[in-house]
């Protein structure tokens, strides 16, 4: 196969499943340091802050790089700084997506707010109706939609459970809006890596689960790709797709 100098990881599906590691997987990453190559992850969960992510990595034996580390919530938190730097911000989500956007100046308002210039939704664990009649709420009084990725489910130990995508559709269905995805297969991520790193497209690759995010992700960039069947889309499913990865591998 060919070597690359960025290997851009998914996580969820990929690297592990929930709480448990892909043997594999951990083993590919372990080698691929061995030979001076430090991989990228690039993750749409926006529940965790690069050291949460960093500190699970870790208790599967992996060593990251912080700076190695790219979540929807970061990107995300960088895009409405770029294009809504002065806007009041309203959140419904986790740590991640609160911490990134703290970190780049933007004011979030509070809890009882119903006047936004932006709704951002990432995944939230604690999500509740009365949190999704707000969101409606915010977005029809004129808020702008953004969510942090697109992904309707993502693996965990043993089952499919709902990601942000689900909650993001939701209110953009009742509230009658188009909303922003800025997470994969937005090829935002992968750009940022390669600027911030200084890589040209056919030095990179994208290694995922996912069809219509990790793969659809990397074709969107310009880079080659690799599904590992291992999570969401199957390897069948993939081959029937007009678009087409690089390379299907069972597994890492």
Request: proline share 4%.
């Amino acid at each position: 196969m060919k070597q690359y100098k960025a290997y851009c990881f998914d996580l969820d599906g990929t690297v592990y499943r929930g709480k448990e590691p892909i043997p594999s997987a951990i083993s590919y990453v372990k080698e691929l340091q061995s030979q001076g190559i430090e991989p990228f992850y690039v993750t749409n969960n926006s529940s965790k802050t690069r050291t949460q992510i960093q500190h699970k990595l870790r208790t599967f034996g992996l060593e990251v790089p912080i700076t190695h580390i790219y979540s929807s919530a970061l990107v995300t938190a960088k895009y409405i700084a770029e294009h809504y730097h002065e806007a009041k911000v309203y959140v419904i989500g986790s740590d991640g997506i609160r911490n990134s956007l703290n970190e780049e100046g933007i004011e979030v308002l509070g809890e009882e707010e119903e006047h936004a210039d932006v709704l951002v939704m990432g995944i939230d664990w604690t999500i509740t109706y009365d949190k999704i009649v707000q969101a409606c709420k915010i977005v029809q009084n004129g808020a702008k939609l953004i969510g942090t990725n697109p992904d309707i489910q993502f693996p965990s130990e043993e089952y499919f459970i709902p990601g942000c995508g689900s909650f993001v559709e939701l209110v953009a269905k009742v509230s009658k809006v188009e909303p922003l995805f800025i997470g994969k297969p937005s090829p935002l991520l992968l750009n940022f890596i390669k600027k911030e790193h200084k890589f040209t497209n056919d030095e990179m690759v994208m290694i995922g689960d996912n069809y219509h995010t990790d793969i659809l992700c990397g074709i969107e960039f310009g880079c080659d790709t690799i599904h590992v069947n291992t999570g969401v889309s199957t390897t069948e499913y993939v081959q029937q797709q007009v678009k087409k990865p690089t390379k299907c591998v069972e597994e890492l």
